[in-house]
């Protein structure tokens, strides 16, 4: 990428800001939409609570980046031996940072489901015995929940629920559904970059084929070959709560030029 001076470590002064002007050239002020406060009471509680490596992102429902705290990192007032740096210190988790989601990617996996079959799907009922087989012949397991519908399924993060929904559904309308989850900013099977305000970001990765195997039945249940970028996933729990619509994220709030705003 052309702007990776903006998340890498390049001199003894390196700073966000700093590493955003080298991206949009000579300019006067910038102001970004971070809330300095906020960021700092976030990074301490981390630092507080043994947490150093890791990372904070929030959104507001405009799209505004509030707070951008990623962990382990560096402060850009002293000088330090790169060789003595944790992994992970020079990436912005936030932007470059690829994880995986567990069940928060029953989320997603809802939306696809329910955008599908919409009431045909939320109400259908299913039995969980703590496995389900797959046409494959693996299984994917869990506990034993008893009867399920997609609200309480997910409630309880019934794994044999979404198995089997995935398959009869989702399967059965590949193409739809691969494309349901472009829209949520997955690629699928490549990968591929997205940006805020033109600095580049890692996009949420999926294996999902429609094809019925462990692998791909997996990846909508959170593991295996699926990982997300933290401006996904907060795209699409804003969506969630607002009417299936979400703002395009933004950390800069104003640049001023010389000759002005």
């Known amino acids: 990428s052309n702007y990776q001076d903006v ?85 912005n988790k936030n932007l470059n940072g690829l994880y995986f989601p567990g069940s928060t990617m029953k989320i997603p996996t809802s ?22 087989i797959l046409a494959d012949g693996s299984g994917i397991t869990c506990k034993e929940h008893g009867e399920k519908q997609l609200y309480s399924a997910l409630g309880s993060s019934c794994n044999t629920y979404f198995a089997n929904t995935v398959t009869n559904y989702m399967n059965n309308n590949k193409e739809k559904s691969m494309e349901e989850f472009k829209n949520m900013g997955f690629s699928l099977n490549n990968i591929e970059y997205d940006n805020v305000d033109r600095l580049t970001r890692n996009k949420s990765f999926s294996t999902f084929n429609g094809r019925g195997n462990f692998k791909s039945v997996w990846s909508c249940i959170g593991e295996y070959s699926v990982k997300v970028n933290s401006y996904d996933m907060c795209n699409i729990v804003s969506a969630v709560f607002n009417d299936g619509t979400c703002s395009e994220p933004y950390i800069i709030e104003r640049i001023k030029y010389k000759m002005g705003i």
């Open 7 to 91: 998340l890498l470590f390049n001199t003894d002064e390196y700073s966000y800001l700093k590493g955003i002007k080298s991206v949009y050239g000579k300019t006067g002020d910038i102001e970004l939409t971070l809330d300095h406060e906020l960021n700092s009471k976030v990074y301490s509680y981390m630092k507080e609570n043994g947490v150093y490596n890791g990372n904070v992102l929030l959104l507001d429902d405009s799209g505004r980046t509030i707070v951008s705290v990623s962990l382990p990192s560096i402060s850009p007032t002293k000088h330090i031996d790169i060789k003595e740096l944790e992994n992970g210190t020079l990436i």
């Open 111 to 132: 939306v696809v489901l329910a955008s599908l079959e919409g009431e045909n799907v939320i109400n259908e009922k299913y039995n969980c015995d703590g496995i389900e």
